[in-house]
């Protein structure tokens, strides 16, 4: 048996957030009496019953002992399978998502909803635009973000990848909360990449928009996180839009030989060659 301790408060703390029930929480693992025995008195439970609890609210194990340790809250499990997917036909994402909707049916759990209207998104997001369905997916996720008190990697990841259906006057007006929402993560490698890779949509976002004035507004932020980049190549990344801010609309891809030979010297062949995709398509060739 394990003795809680603090667990039954961020137990408490992680399902309230998610403003998910004791029942849902409760259900197919134990009874919703003893999941609030449990919160609100600490009684003892299972390592198995803990496990199907972090699993329920899709929190890995890892991360609830980090989480547990920092006292901050909030995460949940990223599915890899979607960016799989980002390059393989129509047959194969849609049948994605039509798992994804099926296990939200199933399991009424808001992950797997937020799962699928992420990648609807993403898969679509050219075909969808200004449609309902495209409308319904933007509100479920803006309505999550907006109800979560204090972000975590999922949500922050969830925002990044996302980027695109939100406007660049409310991405500037809230990033620096966002950021202090995410600050104790920082102090981890793991999760610190989350905030980097963050920035970096944002960036990229505004590259494409052409929208330089915020770029200019992101890039001080974006270059104190890269300081002690624990992978050169995120440093890089921030001298490439470095860069870009200083020639605006008429930048060129030759500006960037020496730091895409560095890429490829170092072995980040794939980073180089997807940064030259990008450019090439936001500013010619």
Not at 107 to 136: A, G, R
Not at 273 to 283: A, G, H, P
Request: hydrophobic share 35%.
């Amino acid at each position: 048996m394990i003795k809680m301790g603090e667990q039954n408060e961020l137990i408490r703390k992680l399902r309230k957030e998610r403003h998910l029930s004791q029942a849902f929480l409760a259900e197919g693992i134990t009874t919703r009496e003893a999941v609030s025995k449990f919160e609100t008195r600490g009684t003892e439970i299972s390592a198995q019953t803990l496990f199907a609890f972090l699993n329920k609210m899709n929190i890995e194990p890892e991360e609830y002992v980090f989480l547990l340790q920092s006292k901050n809250i909030f995460k949940q499990k990223i599915n890899q399978v979607g960016k799989l997917l980002m390059q393989s036909g129509t047959h194969e994402q849609q049948s994605y998502i039509k798992e994804l909707n099926q296990y939200y049916f199933e399991t009424n759990d808001p992950f797997y909803k937020l799962i699928s209207c992420q990648y609807q998104l993403l898969f679509n997001s050219e075909k969808l635009k200004d449609s309902e369905k495209f409308k319904s997916c933007e509100k479920v996720i803006k309505d999550y973000l907006n109800q979560v008190e204090n972000w975590g990697r999922f949500e922050l990841t969830l925002y990044s990848n996302v980027l695109f259906i939100f406007d660049s006057d409310l991405i500037l007006a809230t990033h620096k909360n966002v950021i202090s929402k995410m600050k104790i993560y920082n102090s981890n490698a793991y999760y610190k990449y989350s905030i980097t890779t963050f920035f970096h949509n944002v960036e990229m976002l505004f590259c494409v928009r052409k929208d330089f004035s915020s770029f200019q507004k992101i890039l001080p932020y974006y270059k104190n996180q890269t300081k002690e980049a624990d992978y050169c190549y995120e440093r890089i990344n921030y001298l490439i839009f470095e860069k870009i801010a200083q020639k605006g609309s008429s930048f060129k891809i030759s500006e960037i030989s020496n730091e895409l030979s560095i890429l490829n010297y170092l072995g980040y062949k794939q980073i180089a060659t997807d940064i030259t995709s990008f450019v090439e398509q936001t500013f010619g060739a």
